[in-house]
């Protein structure tokens, strides 16, 4: 499974992906970023990449995703992942951007739990969220306390981007072509 990286600050929300799409096992390309941005929304995911980008196009479609509302974003999602033609693949969201007030805010979901998780980071705090591997999770979780204060964008895209590179030499399904996304509190 591929490899997301989420991190928030009360100024930012960066998400790095890698390029690798797997199907049925095999690698079938390295040059698939797994995150969209819609003007103040990234929308990132890991996973089966068809029934993820079914998704998408449905938030597309319905305007909701234009509307960059990320509560209804987040109702929407955690509807679709209840649809039983949806119970076959695992899939994990992670969206985000400036909420209604203004904020930094992210939520993550998987098909498996169905756990909508909402992340606001404030006062200096650092939020953060892996998609797709654990290990990674551990790692970054490391990384981030070693932190003494917030880190800058390019410091956390730095720790993400090294982050994928560690995990990529013992999963195959990541690769060290790298997508960024960033969206800053102004």
């Known amino acids: 499974m591929s490899l997301v990286t989420v991190v928030a600050t009360e100024y930012f929300l960066s998400v790095v992906t890698d390029g690798r ?4 096992g095999e690698v ?4 698939h970023p797994k995150c969209k941005q ?6 990132a995911y890991a996973g089966t990449k068809q029934p993820a980008e079914i998704i998408i196009s449905l938030l597309e479609k319905e305007g909701v995703l234009e509307r960059g509302d990320l509560a209804e974003i987040a109702t929407y999602v955690q509807h679709l992942f209840n649809a ?3 119970e076959k693949f695992k899939l994990l969201f992670a969206f985000g951007g400036l909420d209604a007030e203004g904020e930094i805010t992210f939520h993550t979901i998987d098909s498996t739990h169905k756990i909508l998780k909402k992340f606001t980071p404030k006062h200096g705090q650092i939020s953060f969220a892996v998609l797709g591997n ?3 999770a ?3 979780q490391l990384r981030l306390a070693q932190i003494e204060a917030g ?3 390019t410091e956390a895209q730095r720790i993400q981007s090294e982050i994928n590179e560690q995990v990529s030499k013992n999963a195959i399904g990541v690769n060290n072509t790298l997508f960024k996304f960033s969206i ?3």
Not at 21 to 24: A, F, G, K, P
Not at 28 to 31: A, D, K, P
Not at 38 to 43: A, D, I, M, T
């Open 151 to 153: 880190p800058s964008i």
């Open 38 to 43: 819609y003007s103040n929304v990234l929308v």
């Open 28 to 31: 079938v390309g390295e040059q």
């Open 134 to 136: 654990q290990d990674a």
């Open 138 to 140: 551990n790692l970054f």
């Open 84 to 86: 039983p033609e949806l």
């Open 21 to 24: 799409e797997m199907r049925n």
């Open 184 to 186: 800053e509190k102004s």
